[in-house]
């Protein structure tokens, strides 16, 4: 089993990066694929990107591609997601999420993670 715990939200100005982290517990979560999501108020929680235990594979949402970036440091049992020239619709809860396994192709499925953060808020102004 593992814990997460994210940290790194805040409000920030349209064109501004923030650097969000996931810290988990637990002396297997190198062996956890991780998943960012987000949720807006009134919407339903979206994938941002995953990443294999390995960091070999990386998958993001076709809509953020370029600008936010997925990595992983195993030693320090933490998975970052770094957003850069962020945009007002960026803002929502953003969370991580892990699983030992993801069945084919469904990374950006909610319920093929088992493991959930509470979430970190992530405003952005305009």
């Known amino acids: ?9 805040g409000l920030v100005q349209a064109g501004g990066s ?10 297997t979560f190198r062996r956890y694929v991780v998943g960012w999501f987000r ?17 070999s594979s990386i998958y993001y949402a076709d809509s ?7 990595s992983r440091d195993n030693a320090k049992n933490t998975v970052y997601l770094q957003m850069n ?4 619709g960026d803002t929502a ?4 999420a892990a699983d030992t396994h993801i069945s084919g ?8 993670y088992d493991y959930w953060g509470q979430g970190t808020q ?4 305009s």
């Open 1 to 9: 089993q593992v814990q997460l715990v994210e940290s790194g939200g």
């Open 39 to 55: 949720q807006a108020p009134g919407k339903e929680r979206e994938f941002v990107a995953a990443i294999t235990w390995s960091g």
């Open 105 to 112: 192709s469904r990374w950006n499925t909610v319920d093929e």
């Open 85 to 88: 020239s962020l945009k007002p």
């Open 18 to 27: 923030l650097r969000l982290s996931c810290a988990a517990s637990g002396r």
């Open 64 to 70: 953020l591609k370029g600008r936010f970036t997925i």
């Open 93 to 96: 809860v953003y969370y991580c």
């Open 122 to 125: 992530v405003t952005v102004s």
